[in-house]
């Protein structure tokens, strides 16, 4: 049963740089597309950023210019920095992996808590 485990969140003040990290484990294969998406309280899970086994990027409008998306093929491990938090920011991040064989199963971690805080 392949595992996503992400670790980096917690309470971080307004224009703090905290890291995110996820890896994968239990795996036999690579991933297509790994990323992060985010949920705040009341709303629907968005879509932070992705990046291929390539290196193509892809952000969400919100985090452009203040996130950068990183990933280690060989670790099968996505990083999220991220620069000048604001309270806006504040949400549960999920790691995010797509198998790059077959149909291309997805696969999510079970979330780390980012609270943006003074």
């Known amino acids: 049963q392949v595992q996503l485990e992400e670790s980096g969140g917690g309470l971080v003040q307004p224009g703090g740089s905290p890291r995110l990290s996820c890896a994968a484990s239990r795996i036999s294969f690579g991933f297509d597309v790994m990323g992060w998406y985010r949920q705040a309280p009341g709303n629907q899970r968005e879509l932070v950023a992705t990046?291929?086994?390539?290196?193509?990027?892809v952000y969400a409008d919100s985090v452009k210019g203040r996130f950068t998306i990183s990933r280690d093929n060989a670790r099968n491990t996505v990083y999220l920095q991220m620069y000048s938090l604001k309270p806006e920011d504040t949400a549960v991040y999920y790691c995010?992996?797509?198998?790059?064989?077959?149909?291309?199963?997805?696969?999510w971690g079970q979330g780390t808590q980012v609270t943006v805080s003074t």
């Open positions: 990046i291929t086994s390539t290196g193509t990027t």
């Open positions: 995010y992996a797509k198998s790059e064989i077959g149909t291309g199963t997805e696969y």
